[in-house]
């Protein structure tokens, strides 16, 4: 059974830095599309950003690329355990939400699916940028 687990939120001021995690386990294929999303109260979730973990390929949604690095642990990842990090940085009130990490197993190119395609999400982890 594939789970997904988050960890790395917490409360900063404007133009801090955090750093979330994702691990994924009980995966069985060999590439994954690996997401972030956040949701804000009152908005829709939206896209972060989404890694092939087979190839590596990234895309950050809405310019969040310069702020915002997705990346994975190859050293570590196997088939069946894969780590990503988002490393966010100059942070605003803006970017508050709780941040999903979520899964699926690619058909396509990982930046053509949004949160409806995701097949395994984890349960969120708060960030909150004060100003």
């Known amino acids: 059974q594939v789970q997904l687990v988050e960890s790395g939120g917490g409360s900063v001021q404007l133009g801090g830095s955090l750093k979330l995690s994702c691990v994924a386990s009980g995966l069985t294929y060999g590439s994954y599309c690996m997401a972030w999303f956040r949701q804000s109260p009152g908005k829709e979730r939206e896209e972060v950003a989404v890694i092939n973990t087979g190839g590596g390929a990234t895309f950050y949604f809405d310019s969040l690329e310069g702020r915002f690095t997705l990346f994975q642990d190859s050293a570590k990842n196997t088939v069946y355990r894969v780590t990503t990090y988002l490393e966010m940085t100059k942070l605003k009130p803006d970017d508050t939400a709780v941040y999903y990490c979520?899964?699926?197993?690619?058909?396509?190119?990982?930046?053509?699916?949004?949160?409806?395609?995701?097949?395994?999400w984890g349960q969120g982890t708060q960030v909150t940028v004060s100003s």
């Open positions: 979520a899964a699926r197993v690619p058909y396509d190119s990982c930046e053509e699916y949004r949160a409806k395609d995701y097949t395994y």
